[in-house]
């Protein structure tokens, strides 16, 4: 385990690991995608009382979940960083941003969309969507955090303080419709009660979830990938990769 953990620390070995799942994850997830958004918007049954405006919680949904345990790497990354001061760790942490920034400005705009025929309005300063809005500032600050400075240690060293500072945030979207008097509908997947969405909805939701979970993961090693190579461009092994080469 150790071993594996510490090879995980050689940017060349997981230039290359990585290289051997890229094709079977990213296949994976667009089959999952196209399966589920076929099946969510040409098969799942209307809803009884949004109609066809629910059918976008196939994007919603899992955009939003993706954004949430994405932030969760990105933490895990900087406490790592912080700890044991892993290069790999920094390299996750900054690739980890502007990817979880996009989930969680999908996650927005797919829930304004819905949101306008359900509630009437794009928005609302409702404590599920404000938390969701600081998780997107939050993402930004850590990209605009490591842009600001140009000793790129110091500011892994300040992006990994503010990605556990931010840590404090999940719970509170997690928690905040129960929290708190709450337009957002409370959760209808539930891993410890029966969940309250339909198996006909339910079914399409989790191809297109683990679809989008496989498109993170598939983003997040291309764009640790391009990073390494920037980062190591003045490396034997990155030359060697310009030219062509193989071990």
Not at 190 to 205: A, D, G, N, V, Y
Request: charged share 15%.
């Amino acid at each position: 385990m150790w071993s594996f953990f510490h090879k995980l620390g050689s940017p060349r070995w997981f230039y290359q690991i990585s290289g051997r799942f890229l094709p079977w994850i990213s296949v994976t997830a667009v089959s999952l995608l196209v399966v589920g958004t076929i099946w969510g918007l040409a098969f799942a049954p209307e809803d009884f009382k949004q109609g066809n405006s629910y059918r976008i919680m196939f994007v919603h949904v899992p955009t939003a979940m993706v954004a949430l345990v994405g932030y969760y790497v990105m933490a895990a990354a900087g406490a790592v960083s912080l700890i044991w001061r892993m290069k790999m760790a920094d390299v996750v942490m900054r690739s980890c941003a502007p990817i979880g920034a996009a989930m969680t400005f999908l996650a927005l705009l797919s829930g304004a969309i819905w949101g306008k025929p359900t509630w009437g309005t794009w928005w609302v300063w409702d404590a599920r969507i404000t938390s969701m809005l600081v998780l997107l500032f939050l993402y930004l600050g850590v990209i605009a955090l490591y842009e600001a400075y140009d000793n790129k240690v110091a500011a892994g060293r300040a992006c990994a303080v503010l990605s556990l500072v931010g840590m404090v945030n999940i719970p509170i979207i997690y928690k905040s419709v129960d929290w708190w008097y709450s337009l957002h509908q409370p959760a209808s997947i539930k891993l410890t009660e029966e969940s309250t969405i339909h198996s006909s909805m339910l079914q399409p939701l989790l191809f297109t979830a683990a679809g989008f979970y496989l498109f993170y993961a598939t983003a997040l090693l291309l764009y640790i990938r391009a990073e390494l190579v920037f980062r190591e461009q003045n490396t034997r092994w990155v030359r060697d990769l310009a030219l062509g080469k193989r071990d």
